[in-house]
Each structure stands twice: as C-alpha cells, then as structure tokens.
C-alpha cells in the first residue's frame, strides 16, 4: 500500500532473542524494496520507530517499553526493551509501519513526516496509489514487479488489478449510497436502522438481502464499567443497587427495538472455591444508604456478590417493578451524593 507494514512474513526473514527476552533482533529480507527500487534498510526501521514515538502520543505510550532501535548488523535491526518479562512487545514491534527514510529526507524535496500531504508517498507493498480525491475516493493499483509476489504468504493473494474505496464521512449518506446501489454490502451497526430502515424497493424485491450472523470466534460484551479506583464505586453494593436502576428491560423495549440480550457469566464454568472458604476484603460503609440498600431490597453481602458476578448466569436485569427501583434507583444516588460529599 502506500507504507510498508513491519509485519514478520513479508519483511522480516529470521528472528533472534535472548533466553530473557529482553531484546529482538530481526533479520530483513534482502529483496525487499520500495516502489522506486531502493531497498528496506534497518535505517527506515530506526527513522520509522523514532518518528511515531516522537510525533504520535498514542504510540509514544504504546512503546514505552521499548528502549530503543539500533543497527546491528547490514539487514539487522535490534529493540532493546526495558521489561524481559514483557512478552507481548515482539509483537507490539512488529505492527510497526515503515516508512521510507530516503523518501522522507530527500533534500531535493522539503518534506515533514510529522505533517499531513496529498503528494503519494512511496511504499513497499503489493498495491500502490493510482489517483485520489481527496476525503472522497482513493484507487490503488496492483504493482506487477512487487518483489513480495511469489512469498509463501502472498501466494493467492492480490488478485485484483486495482482497488477502489469511497468514503462517507456520515453513515446516514452511506446508507443512502447503498440504497442507490453504488456499493453491494453494508454492516448495520444501529438497532433502530435495522429495525425501521429497510423498507425500500431493493429489499423487497429481494435484491437486498437481509442475514444475520452469528458472531463465534469471539466475546462481545456491551457495558458501563465502573471506576472502582474512585471511593464511591468501590461498595459492590451500591454497584449493584445502580445496576438494579438501570431499566434495560424498557430501554431494549423502546429504545433499541428488543434486539438486545443480557450477556451470560463471564466464567461458563464456575472455577471459584465457595464464597465461604474464599477470603474477600470487605468494603466498610459507614453511609446508611447502602446498608439500607442491602436490608430492604436483599442485596447479597460483598462475598455472594463477587461469587454471583464471576460464576452464575447474568441474572442483575431482573424485573422488580417499578417501585422497587424507584426506590433502589434514589438509594443508589443518595449514596452518590454523600460519597461525593465526603469526597471534599
């Protein structure tokens, strides 16, 4: 594409460490090249990892614990880390983009990495930019010489002369872009559309289709968490009481269509002793509130509760009726109030 990504089977031919894992050596392949023929170097690696970790604060954080980048070697490259313990940093390394240093540093050419251009910029992998529009449209296409091409990786890939993407800046007029039929699959993120927004010639006359699919590879979980580092959340009880005046039964009923389900046990499989054997730091409140909380409304004690959230199906969105939580609902916010209160 238009940079080349630091990723291990393209770029990278070999791999070394030490028994502590305190630094990665990685070994370029040497006929890896950018567009205009020069090679990649361990230079445009150093340049590329001081440039985000200079200009980029997100990734400033992201390699903090990585000490630094140095040649060691004609198509070596080394990061020293400052935690060995650290497992995940190899692979943090390796999502690193490479840029072109003598692209960048062209004293033909005044360029700042650190600033936005609309010149293309010279990459290194099996696509390069043909024409844009800007904030509108950008088409690559297919580099035929891409020195990648036979990598056991790349076989059976890159198979399209040219790639097109449009962008929408609004997802209401890429929804309409869809309507019109100017691009054949749309992912619906919003309930109320799903419900409400398909009611247009295409769909029924079955050119649109419609289909759910089931997601099975991974975990989806859609939630508020609390700052439990901040005293007034650190009670589970008045967690729970907050938990009890949220309404989702009637928000999912009127709001989002009854398209959404409370989430099973976060453990499937209980692995946890007995709350009675377990030792749990108990939380003191001194605020009357929650413990008013807990002997009216039969909020379990700090230990059941920690056992109940780790080992039994999700069962806090109950339907208790409107008066009880009304009255857990004021519970928990006078709680809120005094905690704030002595927060001062």
Partial sequence: MTTSTWSWPDVVEAITHPADFSSFTYRLRAEAKWHDGQPVTPDDVIFS??????????????????????????????????????????????????????????TDHKRDVAATTLEPPVGSGPYRIKEFEAGRVVVYERVENYWGKNLNVRIGRDNFAELRFDYYRDWTVEFEGFKADQFDWYDEHSAKNWATGYHFPAVEDKRVILEEFPIRNVGVMQAFAFNIRRRKFKAPQLRRALNFAFDFERMNREIFYGQYKVSPVILKEPSLPPPESRKVASSKCSKRCVVTCRRRYSLPPIPILLAEVLTQPGTIFVKPGNYLRRRVSACAISSLSIRRQGNR
């Fill in 49 to 106: 990892f001081a440039a985000f970790k200079k200009n980029n604060p997100q990734l400033s954080a992201y390699y903090h614990h990585v000490v630094k980048a140095e040649a060691t070697g004609d198509r070596e490259v080394t990061f020293t880390f400052a935690a060995p313990v650290n497992r995940e940093l190899p692979q943090i390394v390796g999502q690193l983009t490479v840029l072109p240093k003598h692209w960048w540093e062209d």
